[in-house]
Structure formats: C-alpha cells, structure tokens
C-alpha cells in the first residue's frame, strides 16, 4: 500500500480532491491510503507518508517541507494548481504515484 498525504494551509480544501483520488485510486485498482492535514500537522505526519503534496497556496514552503521529508526520504512536490482548482483527483494522483521511486 502507498500513503499519500496531502497539506494545505487548513486543511479542508484537499478533503474534496482526497475523495477524488481515492475514486481514481480504486477505479484503477490502485491501494493507497491518501489523508490530507494542515500545513502545522505535516511535519508530525510525515513519517507515515510515502510521499507529500503540498497545496499551490502553500508553493513558497516548499524548500522547508523538503528539508524535513529528506531525513525520511519522502518525496514532496506541490499539487498543480489547475489539478487542485478543478479537483481533478485522477491528475494529482498521477503526479503522486510518479514521485515514488
């Protein structure tokens, strides 16, 4: 199973788009676990992720997430903002899945 987490700066807005994905997700018989927190609640999360997306509002904290994620070797990029406006679940969770190793 692959865990995915998402944070954005509440952490209401990606609720939507975590359902989107894990339809995506099960459509294509894909296990994940997707679960999305605020941006204060990544830090302590990260270690049960395989990788993380962080929203396109939160885009200029990238470099810190990436710090942290490195000493676990979690791969972090930021969700596309087109994607993450639409609520295009299938696309973000494309771009996750490509971000594992």
């Known amino acids: 199973m692959k865990h995915i987490l998402l944070a954005c700066s509440s952490g209401m807005s990606t609720?939507?788009?975590v359902s989107k994905m894990e339809e995506a997700a099960s459509a294509k018989g894909i296990d994940?676990?997707?679960?999305?927190?605020?941006?204060?609640k990544a830090f302590t999360e990260l270690g049960k992720a395989d990788v993380l997306?962080?929203?396109?509002q939160m885009r200029f904290l990238?470099?810190?997430?990436e710090k942290a994620a490195a000493e676990e070797g979690i791969p972090v990029d930021v969700i596309d903002p087109v994607a993450y406006g639409r609520v295009?679940?299938?696309a973000v969770l494309e771009k996750a899945l490509s971000l594992f190793s």
Do not use: E, Y
């Open 15 to 17: 609720s939507l788009l």
């Open 32 to 40: 994940v676990k997707i679960w999305a927190v605020a941006q204060d």
């Open 53 to 56: 997306l962080i929203g396109p």
């Open 62 to 65: 990238k470099k810190k997430f």
């Open 88 to 90: 295009d679940g299938a």
